[in-house]
């Protein structure tokens, strides 16, 4: 039996479906009121044909603001447990429990600045092949849910992460490349590999001796992910919003860089930090 431990918090639908459906009602209400007016009431025909389409006009409002709410209904709700989160799947019916340290990749996307994050989401899957779980702004208090995962996919794959490479393994993050439309979605779009070592750091396009890199710097606000040398000439460059476990890639390479990861055959290596 799966130990999920206590349950922490609920996202469901946002608040924004409260917001709509109050809308809907008073809408509704308001129209059924001008719809009936004439039938209590001694009116011109003037006057009662523009009740009538007035009325008629809100219910309308309402039945779109209907479509509207079942439009950004979220068809993926969650439950946050203390080791793993539950998935709730609207389109079928079913549910799955996800530990953390099944949690293999995250995708970030960053939406337009105008919307101040609201269009910010996230992706995770366990496994290359398997189905991208979203959590997009729809989701009630998404935020919170997306940098938990974050911070738990650190956690737990962090120490084992930093042991494969001081035993000399190479670890890979996939990328996506941007060589398709720019409207495409970013599930279609094709991938790379960047492999990180002890020593190096290599994609197709470029290769970093791990020690050389001096300075790791983040925007996440423009979307860039840049490496510098000591003298402060850039080694190597991404797009943050490009990467795979990003944030997991970033916390490796602030402690390799801290701590000087040495050549795994250094003799004078006994043991991985963690």
Request: hydrophobic share 40%; aromatic share 10%; with cysteine.
């Amino acid at each position: 039996m799966i130990d999920k431990g206590q349950m922490l918090s609920r996202h469901d639908f946002s608040k924004v479906n409260w917001g709509i459906l109050a809308a809907v009602a008073l809408l509704f209400t308001l129209g059924a009121a001008l719809l009936l007016m004439p039938l209590l009431s001694n009116m011109e025909d003037r006057n009662i044909l523009t009740l009538l389409q007035t009325g008629a006009a809100i219910i309308v409002l309402g039945g779109i603001l209907l479509a509207v709410r079942q439009y950004l209904r979220p068809m993926l709700t969650y439950r946050l447990y203390e080791h793993g989160v539950r998935v709730l799947d609207h389109r079928n019916h079913k549910e799955r429990f996800i530990a953390f340290e099944k949690i293999a990749d995250i995708y970030r996307s960053h939406g337009s600045r105008l919307l101040g994050g609201l269009s910010d989401t996230m992706a995770f899957r366990t496994t290359e092949a398997a189905f991208w779980y979203s959590i997009k702004s729809n989701v009630s208090h998404s935020r919170q849910l997306i940098e938990t995962l974050i911070q738990q996919q650190i956690q737990q794959r962090g120490p084992l992460a930093l042991n494969a490479l001081y035993q000399g393994d190479k670890l890979t993050f996939g990328y996506l490349n941007s060589g398709r439309g720019w409207f495409d979605p970013w599930r279609v779009k094709p991938t790379q590999t960047l492999r990180l070592s002890a020593t190096t750091l290599s994609t197709a396009q470029a290769q970093v001796q791990i020690e050389k890199i001096h300075r790791l710097e983040k925007n996440t606000q423009r979307g860039t992910l840049r490496l510098f040398d000591l003298q402060g000439n850039e080694l190597f460059s991404l797009c943050y919003y490009s990467l795979f476990s990003a944030d997991l890639f970033i916390a490796l390479m602030e402690h390799m860089i801290g701590n000087r990861i040495p050549a795994y055959n250094n003799p004078a290596m006994t043991r991985p930090p963690y």
